[in-house]
């Protein structure tokens, strides 16, 4: 009921930034919560940051500083501001949604889109 699109990602230099974006569409009206999550190669996925429609976030103690979940419900859109990175954030980036739908909740997941940081 609910896919997600995601971009942003690449190859970028320790130090440097990128902005992830997803943008939901579907069944979007249920969506409650949307963030991030990373899998590194070999390790399993993680919590990155997320945030409530009602703009609560929270956000993995290895990027609390540096990163900056925000959202735009109007254009269901969410972005992950990425900024000192290091060679560390080197991950698939998932964009994740949590929804009520049917009173179930759902969970979805896009694509991934990959993090490549160099020393």
């Known amino acids: 009921q609910v896919q997600l699109v995601e971009s942003g990602g690449g190859l970028v230099q320790a130090g440097g930034s990128l902005r992830l974006s997803c943008a939901a569409s579907?069944?979007?009206?249920?969506?409650?919560?949307m963030g991030w999550y990373r899998r590194a190669a070999g390790q399993q996925r993680d919590l990155v940051a997320t945030?409530?429609?009602?703009?609560?976030?929270n956000y993995a103690d290895s990027v609390k500083g540096r990163f900056t979940i925000s959202r735009d419900n109007a254009k269901n859109t969410v972005y992950l501001q990425m900024n000192s990175l290091k060679p560390e954030d080197t991950a698939l980036y998932y964009c994740?949604?949590?929804?009520?739908?049917?009173?179930?909740?759902?969970?979805?997941w896009g694509q991934g889109t990959q993090v490549t940081v160099s020393s």
């Open positions: 994740n949604a949590e929804g009520l739908s049917q009173y179930r909740k759902n969970t979805y």
């Open positions: 945030i409530t429609n009602g703009g609560t976030t």
């Open positions: 579907g069944s979007v009206a249920g969506i409650y919560r």
